[in-house]
């Protein structure tokens, strides 16, 4: 029986540039040329859902990274240069973060070190669950967009922080781009000084280093350098604790920040043109009218003796209508009721939470020993703190002005309607006729607030009137507010102007009477973020180059497919804290695989720091001629800490050599016995110079190889905590999916066997009834709870078909 066991064969409609599985799950995540994002399950490589290209997010992925507890999917687009971070469960973005430039690689990795401190910090609770109201669910009515935090019984926040325990998704790109997001939400570190575009990324587990590999080489070059940097992490790990208090909190703005964004943009969405009618019509009605008589004077006239102008009359009976005035009432009265109410339960509680955290923030700030190390700055959030009060500030405001309009908008169309009634000599409820000297009042003040002739507002808006006061709260625009609050004779902000120690105190939170909603939401975010963006800077200063290795030459590719199939490979070792690097060079030795390690703590080395590895004839046992190497290695992956995964062919490749697919134990490369000399070469030059010079093993796989018939196998993408590959074939287009330790599972299942046999009687109707089971699965085909050889027989007879 071969060593793997292929559980999933499949032809692809679109060409795959990535692919990753999940680190927890049976899910491999794929992205291909067109720029779909595909999830699939190992059973028959299901697909489990697909997200398609769009114009928000972008069409050219050039990057996947799962994070460590594979409930986060993330990927990079080159187009829109944004980064989104999708849900396993279905095809939304949970959040998105724009960069400078394209990310060519991420890695999204998690810390394993512990201390007493942070033990205590991940078993308690977080404060903020006690003394916060839970953030109320969106309407899902609204936008596509809301939908993140529109589900009633889940937590997003949570969903998105994920654990306690600190991840970071390290992006790379051109131009000397890295940078590091904590729980792949918030910039912790903006890295500078690695030359060339980054084809590789891994950040140690313990925090203390930072393996890049790069490419650098001009454009109009035909050939690239690819070297390897090893970067000084230690800021981030010696303050481990701080870094994670700090960027949890840092993660809770950022998503409270998206809550309220989320939360006026379904505000927005509730507000609706026609509320806008009323201005439209009243501005024509002044462009049409032949009378020098005022709009508010017509008006009044209609209010005081219940007689209107013929033009008037027309207005309202032809143009607006008695129908027309209803509906008018009801959108404006549904409108406002949904916007005052996202007002009061979203916005107001998402800007109260936030100023709970920065509150936090500016706590920890003030540990100086602590916190100031890392770039926190107790000015910049104290100014965060007052730019969040200014904006409930203004929301209360709007809440003022949604009051005040409905009231005023329904005490106007009453009487409107009643006068509408009478012209067209309808007959008026008994009700709706009585109407106050005290209401009349009311309607009077309104028409000449709201109703006067504004020459230079047509200049700006196009139209004579703003009856409608409160969509220009909602406005994206950095011009003032068109009709402000009326503030003559408020005597708190006459007493406020008139003091010059309370004018300038940092207790009170600074008002803007003439910008709009949106326009003080922009300047809070601005503000918040030039003061969460300092510690980046920071902690990225902090970041030294340690090593610089350059490892060969290679050939520019004319193909512009993303690189991500291509060696080199970098892993991390958690349990011995080691970096390696899987290469291979364009040379005359191109059949080696080259391995290169290096301990995450810079000051420490270890032995056989480099090595290359061949592998023997292992299908013709008959030659013996081992002195060259009988195959060159396509493809290779860490299947996990203690393995390694390659796709392997024959050096002398005919019609009829079908390609391998095989794993080897590191042990048979770092032996105890034996153990090759050290590489006594220089660093300072390239190794594809000084290939003569690295100590060699040559490897004879027994067991754990398998050959792919009828597949031209080129890349291979692991995961040894599900004991699962995906092979892909030159063409980008074939897979074929297996489960990679099938004799071990066997083996196991034998030994239990017998351990049951030995040990009592009473155990034999069992195994009958096991096999009677195993039997009727084997008469059911496709049964998912079929004998481990019936489902290795169904496939193969399957495939053969």
Not at 203 to 215: A, Q, Y
Not at 438 to 453: Q, R, Y
């Amino acid at each position: 029986m071969p060593a793997f066991r292929q559980v999933g064969e499949k032809q692809l409609p679109q060409e795959i540039i990535f692919m990753a599985w999940s680190p927890k799950r049976d899910l491999i995540a794929l992205a291909n040329k067109v720029g779909e994002v595909l999830l699939h399950r190992l059973a028959n490589f299901q697909r489990v859902w697909s997200l398609p290209p769009n114009e928000n997010t972008g069409k050219e992925v050039t990057s996947l990274a799962w994070r460590p507890d594979g409930k986060i999917l993330a990927f990079g687009l080159a187009d829109t240069k944004k980064v989104i971070l999708c849900d396993v469960e279905k095809p939304e973005s949970l959040h998105s973060f724009s960069v400078d430039t394209p990310v060519t690689y991420m890695h999204w990795m998690e810390v394993t070190e512990e201390s007493s401190v942070l033990t205590s910090f991940y078993n308690a609770e977080d404060e903020s669950n006690l003394l916060l109201p839970k953030l109320p669910a969106l309407p899902k009515n609204y936008s596509t967009t809301a939908k993140i935090f529109s589900e009633e019984k889940s937590d997003e926040i949570m969903k998105l922080l994920g654990d306690v325990r600190l991840n970071a998704l390290v992006l790379g790109g051109n131009s000397e781009f890295i940078e590091i997001y904590a729980y792949g939400m918030y910039k912790i570190a903006t890295v500078t000084g690695v030359s060339g575009s980054c084809l590789g990324l891994c950040l140690s587990s313990d925090l203390k280093s930072l393996s890049v590999i790069t490419e650098t080489g001009d454009s109009t070059s035909v050939m690239s350098e690819i070297s390897y940097f090893q970067l000084d992490t230690s800021l981030l790990s010696t303050y481990l604790p701080e870094v994670t208090r700090m960027a949890r909190k840092f993660t809770h703005i950022s998503t409270l920040l998206q809550y309220i964004r989320l939360s006026l943009t379904c505000m927005c969405e509730a507000w609706e043109e026609i509320l806008m009618q009323m201005d439209s019509r009243l501005t024509k009605f002044v462009q049409e009218k032949n009378t020098a008589t005022s709009v508010q004077d017509e008006f009044m006239q209609l209010l005081l003796w219940g007689k209107a102008s013929l033009e008037l009359q027309s207005l309202l009976m032809n143009q607006l209508t008695v129908k027309g005035l209803k509906k008018l009432g009801q959108s404006i009265e549904s409108s406002y009721s949904s916007i005052q109410k996202l007002v009061i339960s979203h916005l107001q509680s998402g800007s109260e939470a936030l100023l709970y955290h920065l509150s936090e923030l500016k706590g920890m700030a003030s540990w100086k020993q602590k916190y100031e190390p890392l770039g926190l700055d107790a000015t910049g959030i104290e100014d965060a703190i007052t730019s969040v009060g200014s904006f409930i500030l203004k929301a209360n405001e709007l809440l003022q002005v949604i009051d005040s309009s409905m009231k005023n908008f329904k005490a106007f169309f009453r009487w409107l309607y009643v006068a509408m009634l009478r012209m067209s000599e309808d007959h008026v409820l008994p009700e709706l006729n009585k109407m106050t000297q005290k209401d009349i009042s009311f309607v009077a003040d309104f028409l000449t607030e709201h109703f006067n002739e504004a020459p230079e507002l047509y200049n700006r808006k196009g139209k004579y009137f703003n009856v409608e006061r409160v969509g220009q709260y909602l406005k994206d625009e950095d011009d003032d507010l068109v009709s402000p609050p009326n503030i003559e004779g408020n005597q708190w902000y006459d007493f406020l102007q008139n003091s010059t120690h309370l004018k300038e105190s940092p207790l009170l939170f600074p008002y803007y009477p003439e910008k709009s909603l949106h326009f003080v939401k922009r300047q809070m975010e601005g503000i918040i973020d030039r003061c969460l963006q300092k510690p980046a800077n920071v902690i990225g200063k902090s970041v030294n180059q340690a090593v610089c290795i350059p490892l060969y030459k290679a050939t520019r590719s004319e193909d512009s497919t993303p690189r991500l199939f291509q060696l080199p490979f970098l892993w991390n070792d958690k349990s011995s804290n080691l970096h390696y690097v899987l290469f291979t060079m364009s040379d005359s030795s191109s059949s080696r695989i080259y391995i290169l390690r290096r301990h995450t703590d810079i000051s420490r080395s270890v032995s056989n720091g480099l090595l290359a590895v061949e592998f023997g004839n292992f299908l013709n046992t008959t030659n013996e001629n081992f002195e060259n190497s009988s195959y060159s290695c396509l493809d290779a992956h860490f299947y996990d800490d203690e393995t390694i995964t390659v796709v392997l062919k024959e050096n002398e490749e005919q019609e009829g050599k079908e390609r391998i697919l095989a794993q080897f134990p590191l042990s048979l490369v770092y032996t105890k016995e034996d153990s090759p000399e050290e590489f006594n070469g220089t660093t300072t030059k390239r190794l594809d110079e000084q290939s003569d010079l690295i100590p060699t093993n040559t490897v004879f796989l027994e067991s754990q190889w398998r050959i792919l018939e009828n597949m031209k196998a080129q890349y291979v993408a692991v995961n040894g905590f599900r004991k699962v590959s995906c092979v892909l074939s030159s063409n980008l287009r074939h897979v074929r999916v297996f489960e990679m330790d099938v004799e071990d599972d066997g083996e196991a299942e034998e030994e239990d066997d017998d351990e049951e046999e030995e040990s009592s009687s009473h155990h034999v109707p069992g195994e009958q009834e096991e096999l009677i089971q195993s039997a009727d699965n084997q008469e059911s085909v496709g049964n998912e709870s079929a004998d481990l050889v019936d489902a290795v027989e169904d496939q193969e007879s399957n495939l053969d078909s």
